[in-house]
């Protein structure tokens, strides 16, 4: 007998198929038409790149969250934890004297080696945009509103994108003048809002009083304008005022868009990947227990390729949405289309012949040879299973029973008729 383990995917991974992969298709679908619409255009990269691409020099995933390989000359490869490193690789290497905008929207699967933590999976499908050479608070509210568009689409209308700015946090740093050590506990104790953890720390270190109440506020600062306004009275150190500056910039321009029902601002927002150098946001909407949508500006990372230039992107997680969507209870529509044609051997030529012509129209038809041990009643739920609309049985000389699967209705045609109605139907 077969090993029973060979009928099982790794931890982390999983098939996709039948209904729920046409949904899947259907949703990558509509929002790949969203980000046309904004005029980004298709760009794919490697499934699998150098190591250097993705270390933690980038600011990517660390090397012990990447699947890792070699090839015959013995260089270390992985599969990409991340799609931003591989754009902007490729941005520097075809683009590299481009000065104006580049807008360029991907669709592909992502790998992490992660902990198996709350039935996470370890291969992601992921859709997204880059928009490079534009360092305007108008292409950063381009870019969410895109976001915005995507979660329309979907079908999706309760849903928040909470923004911060990373400079925020880096300004106050640079005021205390912290050592590489101290900012990395202190950003981790944010990120993961910590407010015990942050309070007993900052307590222990030695900043000025202004400093010491901005990170004791950290636990407050989100919420809307009025939010930026109060966190405006809490630092003095430019990098800090010119990071609310540029979210109210934003709100202003999205406000044009007429999305600013959408955006709540959080300050402690911080990213786990270390590229980000400003705006940063995440989409959420109930139903799952990660955001949907992350992005940010990383305008440093294609300095690293060799091409100096500011960018801004998002990634959406397609499988969360689709587990949104299914939660929410909100309908992906897919077509039960197409034709299943069976015939008895003696009627191949015709079955053959009817089943061209409609290809020839661009329809979806599948033939096949009736089996002596079953009867129509199989071939009918067959028919249902595989999502037809229309089931044709060829069983009578110049003679088709044509069944409406979804309706269970037949009725008797003569075949010449099926076929001349497809010639018609094409003139």
């Known amino acids: 007998m077969m090993n029973e383990k060979?009928?099982?995917?790794?931890?982390?991974?999983?098939?996709?198929?039948?209904?729920?992969c046409k949904k899947k298709k259907k949703i990558a679908s509509k929002l790949h038409h969203v980000l046309e619409l904004y005029g980004y255009q298709d760009i794919e990269t490697p499934t699998f790149e150098y190591f250097d691409i993705f270390n933690r020099d980038k600011?990517?995933?660390?090397?012990?969250?990447?699947?890792?390989?070699f090839d015959r000359e013995n260089n270390t490869l992985v599969l990409r934890p991340d799609m931003t490193p591989s754009i902007a690789r490729c941005v520097a290497k075809y683009y590299a004297d481009e000065n104006l905008p580049i807008r360029l929207c991907y669709e592909g699967n992502t790998y992490k080696n992660i902990h198996n933590l709350q039935g996470k999976l370890k291969e992601t499908?992921?859709?997204?945009?880059?928009?490079?050479?534009?360092?305007s608070s108008a292409a950063e509210a381009e870019i969410i509103a895109a976001v915005i568009d995507c979660f329309l689409a979907s079908g999706i209308r309760e849903f928040q994108i909470e923004v911060g700015n990373v400079n925020f946090f880096k300004g106050l740093v640079a005021a205390a003048g912290m050592d590489e050590e101290v900012q990395s506990r202190l950003r981790g104790l944010i990120h993961n809002k910590n407010s015990f953890g942050l309070s007993e720390y900052v307590k222990t270190l030695s900043l000025s009083e202004e400093?010491?109440?901005?990170?004791?506020s950290?636990?407050?600062?989100?919420?809307?304008?009025?939010?930026?306004?109060?966190?405006?009275?809490?630092?003095?150190?430019?990098?800090?005022?010119?990071?609310i500056v540029r979210l109210e910039k934003l709100y202003i321009a999205l406000s044009h868009y007429g999305y600013e029902k959408y955006i709540g601002f959080d300050l402690g927002m911080l990213s786990r990947y270390e590229y980000y150098t400003g705006i940063i946001f995440r989409g959420y909407t109930y139903g799952t227990g990660d955001a949907i949508v992350k992005g940010g500006r990383y305008n440093n990372l294609l300095k690293q390729f060799g091409k100096d230039a500011p960018a801004i992107g998002f990634g959406l997680n397609i499988d969360e949405l689709l587990?949104?969507?299914?939660?929410?209870?909100?309908?992906?529509?897919?077509?039960?289309?197409?034709?299943?044609?069976?015939?008895?051997?003696?009627y191949q030529?015709?079955?053959?012949?009817?089943?061209c012509n409609y290809r020839s129209h661009k329809k979806r038809v599948c033939l096949i040879r009736k089996s002596g041990r079953r009867d129509d009643r199989d071939y009918m739920s067959y028919a249902e299973r595989q999502h037809f609309s229309e089931l044709i049985l060829l069983e009578k000389e110049e003679k088709a029973l044509v069944v409406?699967?979804?309706?269970?209705?037949?009725?008797?045609?003569l075949l010449a008729d099926l076929i001349s109605q497809e010639r018609g139907n094409e003139e």
């Open 6 to 20: 060979l009928l099982h995917t790794p931890e982390g991974v999983r098939d996709v198929y039948d209904t729920e």
């Open 59 to 69: 600011g990517s995933a660390g090397s012990n969250e990447m699947y890792k390989f």
């Open 125 to 135: 499908t992921e859709i997204g945009a880059e928009l490079m050479n534009d360092d």
């Open 211 to 216: 400093v010491r109440t901005a990170f004791m």
């Open 218 to 243: 950290f636990d407050s600062l989100f919420g809307g304008m009025e939010m930026l306004e109060r966190a405006k009275t809490l630092v003095k150190n430019e990098i800090s005022t010119e990071a």
């Open 323 to 346: 587990l949104a969507l299914s939660r929410q209870k909100i309908a992906v529509e897919t077509e039960d289309a197409g034709t299943l044609i069976v015939y008895d051997r003696a």
């Open 349 to 355: 030529e015709q079955a053959i012949h009817l089943g």
């Open 404 to 413: 409406d699967v979804k309706k269970a209705s037949t009725t008797e045609a």
